[in-house]
C-alpha cells in the first residue's frame, strides 16, 4: 500500500515538479549558478517550513491521527540538519540573522491551517519536501557543493540523512 501511494503521489505531483524545476531560482540552481547570499536565505526559509512541518507532525503523531501516524518518520526531520547548517552560514548567533520570506510565511501560515483544518492534507505537502529532499537532495548537494565551493560537508547537512541506512529502499 505505501509504495502505491508514493507512486500516485509521484504521478500526481509530476506537473508540478516540472513548474517548479523551471522556476528563475530552481533553473538556476540546477544549472550550478548558486549564490551564497540566495542560499544561505534558501536554507533559512527551509528552517521555518520544517520547523512548522516537524511540530505539526509530531503533534499529530502523539495524538495518533491515524493518517499522520504512519509517515511521522523523525529519521526525515530536517530541523536539526538545517540549523547546523545556519550556525555553519551565520555563526552561533544565526537566530538573530534570519528572517522568514513573505512566501515561507504564507507557507508556513498554510501547513499550520492544513494542520489543524485537514491534517491528511499533509501527506502531499509531508511527501513534496521529504521525499524529495531524500531523493533529488544529493543532486542538489552536489551542486551546491561546487557551486558555493564548499570542503567537505560543512554547510550542506541539510542534505544528510544520518538517520536512514538505505536512502533507495526507505
Not at 124 to 149: E, N, V, W
Request: proline share 2%; charged share 30%; net charge positive.
Amino acid at each position: 500500500m505505501a509504495v502505491a501511494l508514493a507512486g500516485q503521489l509521484r504521478e500526481g505531483t509530476k506537473k508540478s515538479h516540472t513548474m517548479a524545476e523551471n522556476t528563475g531560482f530552481v533553473a538556476c540552481f540546477l544549472k550550478g549558478v548558486v549564490e551564497k547570499k540566495s542560499y544561505r536565505k534558501l536554507i533559512s526559509d527551509l528552517y521555518f517550513v520544517y520547523q512548522a512541518m516537524e511540530e505539526e507532525i509530531e503533534r499529530l503523531v502523539l495524538e495518533e491521527h491515524p493518517v499522520i501516524k504512519p509517515i511521522g518518520f523523525k529519521s526525515l526531520f530536517r530541523k536539526e540538519t538545517l540549523e547546523n547548517d545556519l550556525r555553519y552560514y551565520f555563526g552561533e548567533n544565526w537566530k538573530d540573522q534570519i528572517n522568514i520570506s513573505k512566501s515561507a510565511k504564507e507557507y508556513v501560515t498554510r501547513i499550520r491551517m492544513v494542520a489543524k483544518e485537514s491534517p491528511e492534507l499533509l501527506v502531499g505537502h509531508h511527501y513534496t519536501r521529504y521525499i524529495g529532499d531524500l531523493s533529488g537532495g544529493q543532486i542538489l548537494k552536489k551542486i551546491a557543493k561546487k557551486a558555493l565551493d564548499l570542503k567537505g560537508d560543512n554547510g550542506l547537512n541539510f542534505y544528510e540523512f544520518n538517520l536512514i541506512d538505505n536512502e533507495k529502499e526507505f
